[in-house]
Protein backbone atom coordinates (compact mmCIF):
# COMPACT_ATOMS: atom_id res chain seq x y z
CA UNK A 1 0.00 0.00 0.00
CA UNK A 2 1.55 3.43 -0.57
CA UNK A 3 0.13 5.95 1.52
CA UNK A 4 0.11 9.54 0.15
CA UNK A 5 -0.85 12.34 2.30
CA UNK A 6 0.66 13.08 5.47
CA UNK A 7 -2.05 12.08 7.20
CA UNK A 8 -2.27 8.70 5.58
CA UNK A 9 1.43 8.33 6.85
CA UNK A 10 0.79 9.07 10.46
CA UNK A 11 -2.07 7.01 10.57
CA UNK A 12 -0.44 4.06 9.35
CA UNK A 13 2.53 4.35 11.91
CA UNK A 14 -0.26 4.95 15.00
CA UNK A 15 -1.57 1.71 13.50
CA UNK A 16 1.75 0.22 14.02
CA UNK A 17 2.66 1.88 17.16
CA UNK A 18 -0.04 1.32 18.93
CA UNK A 19 0.97 -2.16 20.34
CA UNK A 20 4.64 -1.54 20.57
CA UNK A 21 4.89 0.84 23.01
CA UNK A 22 4.00 -0.76 26.57
CA UNK A 23 1.23 -2.60 25.12
CA UNK A 24 -1.12 0.48 25.75
CA UNK A 25 -3.59 0.65 22.81
CA UNK A 26 -5.28 4.04 22.09
CA UNK A 27 -8.35 3.43 24.05
CA UNK A 28 -6.17 3.23 27.33
CA UNK A 29 -4.85 6.08 26.90
CA UNK A 30 -5.44 9.46 28.74
CA UNK A 31 -7.36 12.34 27.59
CA UNK A 32 -5.82 16.03 27.17
CA UNK A 33 -7.44 19.44 28.04
CA UNK A 34 -5.39 21.76 26.81
CA UNK A 35 -5.74 25.44 27.89
CA UNK A 36 -3.91 28.27 26.77
CA UNK A 37 -4.39 31.90 27.92
CA UNK A 38 -3.72 34.63 25.53
CA UNK A 39 -0.70 37.18 27.00
CA UNK A 40 -1.33 36.13 30.77
CA UNK A 41 1.85 37.34 32.91
CA UNK A 42 2.58 35.73 36.04
CA UNK A 43 0.15 38.09 37.61
CA UNK A 44 -1.62 34.97 39.17
CA UNK A 45 -2.17 33.69 42.88
CA UNK A 46 -0.02 31.01 42.66
CA UNK A 47 3.18 32.94 40.83
CA UNK A 48 2.60 36.00 43.06
CA UNK A 49 3.84 38.31 40.08
CA UNK A 50 1.29 40.89 41.63
CA UNK A 51 -0.78 41.75 44.83
CA UNK A 52 -4.27 42.19 43.76
CA UNK A 53 -3.63 39.11 41.28
CA UNK A 54 -7.19 36.94 41.69
CA UNK A 55 -7.40 33.26 40.72
CA UNK A 56 -9.05 30.93 42.44
CA UNK A 57 -9.18 28.87 39.69
CA UNK A 58 -5.84 28.77 38.06
CA UNK A 59 -4.30 28.27 42.11
CA UNK A 60 -6.30 25.38 42.56
CA UNK A 61 -5.10 23.42 39.03
CA UNK A 62 -1.53 24.71 40.18
CA UNK A 63 -2.73 22.58 43.22
CA UNK A 64 -3.63 19.49 42.02
CA UNK A 65 -0.72 19.48 39.36
CA UNK A 66 2.67 20.68 38.93
CA UNK A 67 3.42 24.23 38.56
CA UNK A 68 6.37 25.28 36.82
CA UNK A 69 8.04 28.76 38.20
CA UNK A 70 10.56 29.26 35.59
CA UNK A 71 9.01 28.64 32.19
CA UNK A 72 9.52 30.70 28.77
CA UNK A 73 7.98 31.12 25.68
CA UNK A 74 10.51 30.54 22.68
CA UNK A 75 8.57 33.40 20.79
CA UNK A 76 8.11 36.38 21.99
CA UNK A 77 4.88 37.35 20.57
CA UNK A 78 1.63 35.05 19.88
CA UNK A 79 2.45 33.91 16.55
CA UNK A 80 5.72 33.00 16.94
CA UNK A 81 5.24 31.36 20.33
CA UNK A 82 2.16 29.15 19.35
CA UNK A 83 3.96 27.94 15.95
CA UNK A 84 6.86 26.76 17.83
CA UNK A 85 4.91 25.48 20.88
CA UNK A 86 2.29 23.27 18.18
CA UNK A 87 4.98 22.26 16.01
CA UNK A 88 7.66 21.99 18.29
CA UNK A 89 10.37 23.91 15.96
CA UNK A 90 11.95 27.13 17.61
CA UNK A 91 12.00 29.82 16.05
CA UNK A 92 15.29 30.01 14.94
CA UNK A 93 14.83 26.68 13.24
CA UNK A 94 11.64 27.65 11.21
CA UNK A 95 11.74 31.65 10.38
CA UNK A 96 8.93 32.13 11.77
CA UNK A 97 9.82 35.18 14.19
CA UNK A 98 7.11 37.68 14.04
CA UNK A 99 3.23 38.29 14.10
CA UNK A 100 2.97 39.38 10.30
CA UNK A 101 4.07 36.50 8.72
CA UNK A 102 1.52 33.74 9.27
CA UNK A 103 2.49 29.41 8.93
CA UNK A 104 -0.19 29.07 6.39
CA UNK A 105 1.80 31.02 3.53
CA UNK A 106 4.39 27.75 3.88
CA UNK A 107 2.26 24.83 2.33
CA UNK A 108 5.63 22.93 2.14
CA UNK A 109 5.86 23.37 6.04
CA UNK A 110 2.47 22.51 6.69
CA UNK A 111 2.96 18.98 4.61
CA UNK A 112 6.42 17.94 6.40
CA UNK A 113 5.44 19.34 9.80
CA UNK A 114 2.76 17.71 11.78
CA UNK A 115 1.00 20.22 14.53
CA UNK A 116 0.15 18.81 18.17
CA UNK A 117 -3.33 18.38 17.04
CA UNK A 118 -2.96 16.16 14.27
CA UNK A 119 -0.24 13.81 16.21
CA UNK A 120 -2.83 12.96 18.65
CA UNK A 121 -5.24 12.56 15.99
CA UNK A 122 -2.56 10.12 14.56
CA UNK A 123 -2.69 8.24 17.08
CA UNK A 124 -6.37 7.52 17.47
CA UNK A 125 -7.45 10.75 19.56
CA UNK A 126 -10.59 12.77 19.08
CA UNK A 127 -9.39 16.29 18.53
CA UNK A 128 -11.60 19.22 19.27
CA UNK A 129 -10.98 23.02 19.71
CA UNK A 130 -12.64 25.98 20.61
CA UNK A 131 -11.03 29.95 21.03
CA UNK A 132 -7.49 30.88 19.94
CA UNK A 133 -4.92 27.73 19.98
CA UNK A 134 -3.61 28.74 16.27
CA UNK A 135 -2.67 31.91 15.44
CA UNK A 136 -4.51 33.90 12.81
CA UNK A 137 -4.61 32.73 9.17
CA UNK A 138 -4.71 28.65 9.75
CA UNK A 139 -7.28 26.27 8.35
CA UNK A 140 -8.12 24.75 11.79
CA UNK A 141 -9.90 22.33 10.28
CA UNK A 142 -7.03 21.07 8.82
CA UNK A 143 -5.66 20.25 12.45
CA UNK A 144 -8.66 19.23 14.68
CA UNK A 145 -11.75 17.60 13.75
CA UNK A 146 -14.13 19.54 15.86
CA UNK A 147 -14.44 22.94 15.63
CA UNK A 148 -16.36 25.23 19.03
CA UNK A 149 -16.83 28.72 18.51
CA UNK A 150 -13.69 30.52 17.55
CA UNK A 151 -12.44 34.23 18.07
CA UNK A 152 -12.29 35.81 14.58
CA UNK A 153 -16.55 36.05 15.06
CA UNK A 154 -16.09 38.51 18.32
CA UNK A 155 -13.32 40.33 17.30
CA UNK A 156 -15.12 41.97 14.36
CA UNK A 157 -17.76 43.80 16.53
CA UNK A 158 -15.18 45.41 18.70
CA UNK A 159 -17.06 46.10 22.28
CA UNK A 160 -17.19 50.15 23.34
CA UNK A 161 -13.81 52.08 22.58
CA UNK A 162 -13.27 53.41 25.97
CA UNK A 163 -9.94 55.99 25.13
CA UNK A 164 -8.56 58.18 21.87
CA UNK A 165 -5.09 57.30 21.23
CA UNK A 166 -2.73 58.33 18.22
CA UNK A 167 -3.86 56.82 14.90
CA UNK A 168 -1.07 54.34 14.37
CA UNK A 169 -1.03 52.36 16.96
CA UNK A 170 -2.80 49.11 16.70
CA UNK A 171 -6.82 48.99 16.45
CA UNK A 172 -6.91 46.54 19.76
CA UNK A 173 -5.26 48.95 22.30
CA UNK A 174 -7.26 49.75 24.21
CA UNK A 175 -8.89 49.79 27.97
CA UNK A 176 -11.77 49.94 30.44
CA UNK A 177 -14.96 48.02 31.96
CA UNK A 178 -17.57 47.11 29.78
CA UNK A 179 -21.46 46.68 30.07
CA UNK A 180 -23.11 44.60 27.62
CA UNK A 181 -23.66 40.75 29.16
CA UNK A 182 -21.72 39.10 30.53
CA UNK A 183 -22.65 36.01 28.34
CA UNK A 184 -21.39 37.52 25.03
CA UNK A 185 -17.93 37.56 26.30
CA UNK A 186 -15.80 35.91 23.73
CA UNK A 187 -14.34 33.50 26.50
CA UNK A 188 -17.45 32.78 28.19
CA UNK A 189 -18.75 31.26 25.45
CA UNK A 190 -15.78 28.77 24.53
CA UNK A 191 -15.72 27.93 28.26
CA UNK A 192 -19.36 26.77 27.57
CA UNK A 193 -18.85 24.97 24.44
CA UNK A 194 -15.57 23.17 26.27
CA UNK A 195 -17.43 22.62 29.29
CA UNK A 196 -20.63 20.72 27.13
CA UNK A 197 -17.70 18.32 25.38
CA UNK A 198 -16.26 17.69 28.72
CA UNK A 199 -19.58 16.64 29.82
CA UNK A 200 -20.24 14.16 26.85
CA UNK A 201 -18.76 10.52 26.49
CA UNK A 202 -16.44 9.66 23.64
CA UNK A 203 -15.11 5.89 22.33
CA UNK A 204 -11.72 7.00 21.88
CA UNK A 205 -9.86 9.26 23.93
CA UNK A 206 -9.85 12.86 23.53
CA UNK A 207 -7.40 15.99 22.77
CA UNK A 208 -9.56 19.03 23.75
CA UNK A 209 -7.95 22.38 23.55
CA UNK A 210 -9.31 25.88 24.28
CA UNK A 211 -7.93 29.17 23.79
CA UNK A 212 -8.70 31.90 26.05
CA UNK A 213 -8.44 35.29 24.34
CA UNK A 214 -8.03 37.98 27.41
CA UNK A 215 -5.73 39.34 28.73
CA UNK A 216 -5.09 40.20 25.61
CA UNK A 217 -6.20 43.86 24.34
CA UNK A 218 -8.20 45.27 24.73
CA UNK A 219 -8.23 44.77 28.43
CA UNK A 220 -12.18 44.84 28.29
CA UNK A 221 -13.52 43.25 31.11
CA UNK A 222 -17.14 43.33 32.49
CA UNK A 223 -17.72 45.75 34.66
CA UNK A 224 -18.79 43.79 37.76
CA UNK A 225 -15.03 42.22 37.61
CA UNK A 226 -13.58 45.48 37.40
CA UNK A 227 -15.45 47.43 39.62
CA UNK A 228 -14.79 44.76 42.08
CA UNK A 229 -11.05 45.75 42.07
CA UNK A 230 -9.48 48.71 44.04
CA UNK A 231 -6.56 50.69 44.99
CA UNK A 232 -4.46 49.50 41.98
CA UNK A 233 -0.88 48.81 42.82
CA UNK A 234 1.54 49.74 39.99
CA UNK A 235 4.17 47.59 38.94
CA UNK A 236 7.60 48.44 40.33
CA UNK A 237 10.25 50.81 37.76
CA UNK A 238 13.60 52.49 37.97
CA UNK A 239 13.42 55.99 36.12
CA UNK A 240 17.09 55.46 34.35
CA UNK A 241 16.70 51.72 33.64
CA UNK A 242 17.47 52.13 30.29
CA UNK A 243 21.03 53.92 30.79
CA UNK A 244 22.54 50.47 30.82
CA UNK A 245 20.85 48.75 28.02
CA UNK A 246 22.84 48.18 24.64
CA UNK A 247 21.10 50.21 21.51
CA UNK A 248 20.13 47.07 19.76
CA UNK A 249 17.90 46.35 22.98
CA UNK A 250 16.37 49.84 22.87
CA UNK A 251 15.70 48.53 18.88
CA UNK A 252 15.01 45.43 19.16
CA UNK A 253 12.15 46.57 22.40
CA UNK A 254 10.50 49.42 20.19
CA UNK A 255 10.58 47.61 16.97
CA UNK A 256 6.74 47.49 16.85
CA UNK A 257 5.05 50.87 16.11
CA UNK A 258 1.57 49.77 17.16
CA UNK A 259 1.96 49.67 21.19
CA UNK A 260 1.86 52.87 23.14
CA UNK A 261 5.16 54.39 24.78
CA UNK A 262 5.09 54.30 28.60
CA UNK A 263 5.20 58.04 28.28
CA UNK A 264 1.70 57.99 26.91
CA UNK A 265 0.54 55.42 29.25
CA UNK A 266 1.41 57.55 32.44
CA UNK A 267 -0.58 60.75 31.25
CA UNK A 268 -4.29 61.17 32.67
CA UNK A 269 -3.84 58.13 35.09
CA UNK A 270 -4.04 55.64 32.37
CA UNK A 271 -1.27 53.72 33.57
CA UNK A 272 -3.69 52.76 36.31
CA UNK A 273 -6.61 52.17 34.35
CA UNK A 274 -4.52 49.50 32.26
CA UNK A 275 -3.41 47.82 34.88
CA UNK A 276 -6.58 47.94 36.89
CA UNK A 277 -8.23 46.60 33.82
CA UNK A 278 -5.36 43.89 32.90
CA UNK A 279 -5.92 42.65 36.70
CA UNK A 280 -9.75 42.09 35.94
CA UNK A 281 -9.38 40.42 32.44
CA UNK A 282 -6.76 38.18 34.25
CA UNK A 283 -10.00 37.28 36.74
CA UNK A 284 -12.54 37.06 34.37
CA UNK A 285 -10.51 34.86 32.57
CA UNK A 286 -9.86 32.45 35.76
CA UNK A 287 -13.70 32.40 36.20
CA UNK A 288 -13.83 31.08 32.52
CA UNK A 289 -11.15 28.22 33.76
CA UNK A 290 -13.29 27.47 36.84
CA UNK A 291 -16.32 26.61 34.49
CA UNK A 292 -14.02 24.39 32.34
CA UNK A 293 -12.24 22.51 35.65
CA UNK A 294 -15.62 22.01 37.10
CA UNK A 295 -16.91 20.89 34.10
CA UNK A 296 -14.02 18.36 34.15
CA UNK A 297 -14.60 17.39 37.50
CA UNK A 298 -18.35 16.74 37.50
CA UNK A 299 -18.31 14.66 34.67
CA UNK A 300 -16.87 11.49 32.98
CA UNK A 301 -13.72 11.99 32.80
CA UNK A 302 -12.30 13.26 35.63
CA UNK A 303 -9.99 10.68 36.49
CA UNK A 304 -8.17 10.48 33.51
CA UNK A 305 -7.33 13.71 31.73
CA UNK A 306 -3.97 14.97 31.81
CA UNK A 307 -5.12 19.30 32.12
CA UNK A 308 -1.91 21.95 30.80
CA UNK A 309 -2.51 25.24 31.29
CA UNK A 310 0.11 27.64 30.18
CA UNK A 311 0.47 31.58 28.50
CA UNK A 312 2.03 32.24 24.95
CA UNK A 313 3.83 34.84 26.27
CA UNK A 314 4.79 37.32 29.46
CA UNK A 315 3.66 41.03 29.20
CA UNK A 316 5.05 44.09 30.67
CA UNK A 317 2.79 46.96 32.23
CA UNK A 318 5.19 49.75 32.45
CA UNK A 319 7.67 47.52 33.73
CA UNK A 320 10.96 48.31 32.24
CA UNK A 321 9.17 51.63 31.27
CA UNK A 322 7.33 49.65 28.53
CA UNK A 323 4.37 47.86 27.14
CA UNK A 324 3.18 44.92 25.81
CA UNK A 325 5.55 41.85 24.84
CA UNK A 326 7.82 42.09 22.19
CA UNK A 327 11.48 41.90 24.08
CA UNK A 328 13.99 39.40 25.74
CA UNK A 329 13.20 40.60 29.15
CA UNK A 330 11.82 38.66 31.97
CA UNK A 331 8.03 39.99 31.84
CA UNK A 332 7.78 38.67 28.44
CA UNK A 333 9.66 35.59 28.33
CA UNK A 334 7.99 34.21 31.71
CA UNK A 335 4.52 32.16 31.59
CA UNK A 336 2.60 30.64 33.85
CA UNK A 337 2.93 26.54 33.40
CA UNK A 338 1.01 24.07 34.87
CA UNK A 339 0.78 20.23 34.14
CA UNK A 340 -1.94 18.05 35.92
CA UNK A 341 -1.64 14.46 35.53
CA UNK A 342 -3.97 11.63 36.89
CA UNK A 343 -2.42 10.32 40.35
CA UNK A 344 0.85 12.52 39.45
CA UNK A 345 2.95 14.58 41.87
CA UNK A 346 2.25 18.08 42.75
CA UNK A 347 4.61 20.80 43.82
CA UNK A 348 6.40 22.91 41.73
CA UNK A 349 9.54 22.79 39.82
CA UNK A 350 12.07 25.74 39.83
CA UNK A 351 13.57 24.64 36.58
CA UNK A 352 13.89 26.71 33.52
CA UNK A 353 12.17 25.26 31.08
CA UNK A 354 10.30 25.98 27.49
CA UNK A 355 6.82 26.09 26.07
CA UNK A 356 8.51 23.91 23.44
CA UNK A 357 8.50 20.93 25.64
CA UNK A 358 5.15 20.83 25.63
CA UNK A 359 4.33 18.55 22.63
CA UNK A 360 7.27 15.72 23.76
CA UNK A 361 5.64 15.95 26.98
CA UNK A 362 2.84 14.76 25.62
CA UNK A 363 3.93 12.52 23.62
CA UNK A 364 5.85 11.21 26.93
CA UNK A 365 2.57 11.11 28.85
CA UNK A 366 0.46 9.66 26.42
CA UNK A 367 2.81 7.35 25.14
CA UNK A 368 1.86 8.39 21.40
CA UNK A 369 4.40 7.42 19.00
CA UNK A 370 7.46 9.84 17.99
CA UNK A 371 7.92 13.00 15.95
CA UNK A 372 11.20 13.12 14.90
CA UNK A 373 11.19 16.93 14.19
CA UNK A 374 10.53 18.04 17.96
CA UNK A 375 13.32 20.09 19.20
CA UNK A 376 12.08 20.32 22.78
CA UNK A 377 13.11 17.97 25.99
CA UNK A 378 9.68 16.34 27.26
CA UNK A 379 9.30 17.41 31.34
CA UNK A 380 8.21 13.72 32.43
CA UNK A 381 11.32 13.62 34.83
CA UNK A 382 10.43 17.17 36.20
CA UNK A 383 6.86 15.65 36.96
CA UNK A 384 8.62 12.96 38.96
CA UNK A 385 10.58 14.38 40.33
CA UNK A 386 10.63 18.52 40.56
CA UNK A 387 14.22 18.56 41.31
CA UNK A 388 15.57 16.56 39.11
CA UNK A 389 18.83 17.04 37.70
CA UNK A 390 18.26 19.65 34.68
CA UNK A 391 21.14 20.60 32.18
CA UNK A 392 18.69 22.68 30.16
CA UNK A 393 18.27 26.04 29.64
CA UNK A 394 14.96 28.12 28.39
CA UNK A 395 15.68 29.94 25.45
CA UNK A 396 13.83 33.21 24.10
CA UNK A 397 14.21 34.96 20.74
CA UNK A 398 13.42 37.82 18.67
CA UNK A 399 14.18 37.94 15.68
CA UNK A 400 17.09 36.38 13.69
CA UNK A 401 19.96 35.76 16.09
CA UNK A 402 18.07 37.89 18.88
CA UNK A 403 18.20 35.30 22.02
CA UNK A 404 17.65 35.28 25.79
CA UNK A 405 18.96 32.38 27.55
CA UNK A 406 17.63 31.92 31.28
CA UNK A 407 18.83 29.61 33.35
CA UNK A 408 17.81 28.92 37.21
CA UNK A 409 19.65 32.18 38.24
CA UNK A 410 20.61 34.34 35.14
CA UNK A 411 19.22 35.66 32.28
CA UNK A 412 21.77 36.23 29.47
CA UNK A 413 21.18 37.76 25.98
CA UNK A 414 23.19 38.24 22.69
CA UNK A 415 21.93 40.25 20.07
CA UNK A 416 22.40 39.52 16.26
CA UNK A 417 25.39 42.75 16.87
CA UNK A 418 27.01 40.95 19.12
CA UNK A 419 25.86 43.24 22.08
CA UNK A 420 24.85 41.69 25.13
CA UNK A 421 22.81 42.01 28.53
CA UNK A 422 22.92 40.04 31.65
CA UNK A 423 21.15 39.61 34.81
CA UNK A 424 21.30 38.29 38.34
CA UNK A 425 17.97 36.90 39.50
CA UNK A 426 19.08 36.42 43.21
CA UNK A 427 20.08 40.38 43.41
CA UNK A 428 17.75 41.92 40.28
CA UNK A 429 14.30 40.26 39.71
CA UNK A 430 13.48 43.28 37.85
CA UNK A 431 16.50 43.13 35.77
CA UNK A 432 17.64 46.58 36.46
CA UNK A 433 21.06 45.98 36.33
CA UNK A 434 23.08 44.76 33.30
CA UNK A 435 25.87 43.48 35.04
CA UNK A 436 27.67 43.46 30.82
CA UNK A 437 27.31 47.69 31.54
CA UNK A 438 30.55 47.08 34.37
CA UNK A 439 33.56 44.36 35.39
CA UNK A 440 31.83 40.83 35.64
CA UNK A 441 32.56 38.77 39.01
CA UNK A 442 33.55 35.48 38.69
CA UNK A 443 30.69 34.07 39.10
CA UNK A 444 28.61 36.79 36.18
CA UNK A 445 31.16 35.54 34.17
CA UNK A 446 31.23 31.99 34.99
CA UNK A 447 27.40 32.22 33.80
CA UNK A 448 27.62 34.09 30.62
CA UNK A 449 30.31 31.55 29.64
CA UNK A 450 28.06 28.71 30.50
CA UNK A 451 24.66 29.96 28.87
CA UNK A 452 26.28 31.38 25.58
CA UNK A 453 27.21 27.62 24.82
CA UNK A 454 23.50 27.14 24.70
CA UNK A 455 22.66 29.46 22.02
CA UNK A 456 21.12 27.89 18.79
CA UNK A 457 23.77 27.11 16.37
CA UNK A 458 20.58 27.52 13.27
CA UNK A 459 19.44 31.14 12.83
CA UNK A 460 17.40 30.69 9.27
CA UNK A 461 16.05 34.32 8.06
CA UNK A 462 13.00 35.49 8.69
CA UNK A 463 10.56 34.26 6.29
CA UNK A 464 8.47 36.60 4.07
CA1 LIG B 1 -0.42 36.20 22.84
CA1 LIG C 1 18.97 49.12 33.74
Known amino acids: MKANSLLQRLLVLAAITAFSVGGITASERPNVLFIAVDDLNDWIGCLGGHPQARTPNIDRLAERGMLFTNAHCQGTMCNPSRISLLWGRRPSSTGFYDNHYPVSREPEFLESHVSLPQHF ?4 YKTLSAGKIFHSGIKIGDHVEVVGPRLGQWLKRFDKKVHDKPKQWHRTWDFGPQDYDESEFTDYV ?46 STLADDWEDIPDA ?18 EGGRWELAVHAYLACVAWTDEQVGRVLDALEQGPHADNTIIVLFAD ?16 WERT ?29 LIDLCQLSPNEKLEGISLKPLLEDPKAKWPHVAISTLGQNNHALRDERWRYIRYADGSEELYDHDSDPHEWTNLMASELSTAAAAARRRLSEHLPSINLPQRH
Not at 249 to 265: G, Y
Not at 335 to 354: C, F, M, Q
Open 249 to 266: ARRVTLSNPKIPTHEWMK
Open 121 to 124: AANG
Open 313 to 328: HGYHLGEKQRWSKFSL
Open 190 to 235: SAGWVSDQLKASYNRPFFLSVGFYRPHVPFFPPRRVYDSLTEIQLP
Open 333 to 361: TRVPLIISTPGGLTGSSPRPVELLSLYPT
